[in-house]
């Protein structure tokens, strides 16, 4: 396990703040209040082999947060190239590709990858940063990444030198600084096992910024989530006799709730620069 420095800032040390949820132990840097949770050393081959999740129980919800993010990112970049990061099922690159994108994806879960090239969808089988090259695009999205990255700072500059000039990257990430974390606390659904990095509206601007993003565009916007998954969350915070009472009846199997309880950030930044696809201002 490594926590030695900040992620985001490369403080160090960083101050443990206590076990949350899933997690041991989660740290708090003192010059940017950036949070972390302990990178295991194997982190990458975690990811490279995981094993491929239950897709049809996750298409609903996966499918409509693919269209509130192309939806929201169509005034800045209407279309052209895109390239997904963290493409999972590839639902995103099939709905952009309906819209007019020319778009690929990219995914480190070699099951993941495997299956999406199946459906006969662009996706290279790897992990960013990478000194592959490949680009320049219009538009890059990374939806519930940032928080699973090993190296947050690096994976957005390896981002944003795949972007065109006037480009844009959208991310979306929970913040750690929301009202449901600050009251949930250690019970916060956001800290789980495969959450390395916790942003909150500071931290997330000083990524983008650092990384040399303009932020055009901020939003709060809900979490689409299978019901069965969301029973499990809500069973997780009660107390442990009432659990087994909380099963999801299986008639709502494969069925999505979007759920806004305000937590979690989509912000899109520019690169400096003219973007081909749009007309002068």
């Not at 997690?23 to 194997?42: A, G, H, I, K, T």
């Not at 990095?197 to 932020?215: C, I, K, Y």
């Not at 939003?219 to 915070?237: G, N």
């Not at 909380?246 to 979690?264: E, I, Q, R």
Request: include cysteine; proline fraction near 10%; charged fraction near 20%.
């Amino acid at each position: 396990m490594t926590t030695s420095a900040c992620r985001l800032c490369a403080h160090t040390p960083v101050n443990p703040v206590g076990p949350a949820a899933a997690l041991p132990q989660v740290f708090e840097c003192p010059v940017c209040n950036f949070r972390q949770s302990e990178l295991p050393q194997d982190h990458a081959d975690r990811i490279r082999h995981s094993p491929l999740p239950d897709l049809e129980a996750i298409s609903s919800a996966s499918r409509r947060t693919t269209r509130l993010v192309l939806e929201l990112l169509y005034p800045f970049a209407p279309d052209g190239r895109l390239l997904d990061v963290g493409t999972g099922s590839g639902t995103l690159i099939e709905e952009a590709v309906n819209r007019a994108y020319v778009a690929e994806g990219v995914e480190p879960s070699r099951a993941l990858a495997s299956s999406v090239q199946q459906r006969q969808l662009p996706v290279r089988p790897l992990a960013l940063p990478t000194e592959e090259r490949f680009g320049p695009y219009d538009a890059i999205t990374a939806v519930r990444v940032l928080e699973e990255v090993a190296h947050p700072a690096a994976f957005m500059t390896d981002l944003v030198s795949r972007l065109a000039p006037g480009g844009v990257c959208l991310v979306v990430t929970p913040d750690v600084r929301s009202f449901a974390a600050r009251k949930l606390q250690k019970k916060w659904w956001h800290y789980h096992p495969a959450a390395y990095n916790f942003f909150s509206e500071a931290t997330l601007n000083r990524l983008m910024s650092d990384s040399g993003l303009d932020v055009v565009f901020r939003r709060r916007v809900p979490d689409y989530l299978p019901v069965e998954f969301l029973f499990a969350r809500l069973a997780a915070l009660l107390p442990e006799k009432w659990r087994r009472k909380l099963d999801c009846p299986a008639a709502l199997h494969g069925y999505a709730v979007g759920l806004n309880t305000f937590d979690l950030l989509l912000y899109i930044g520019r690169k400096p620069g003219q973007p081909h696809n749009l007309p002068p201002t």
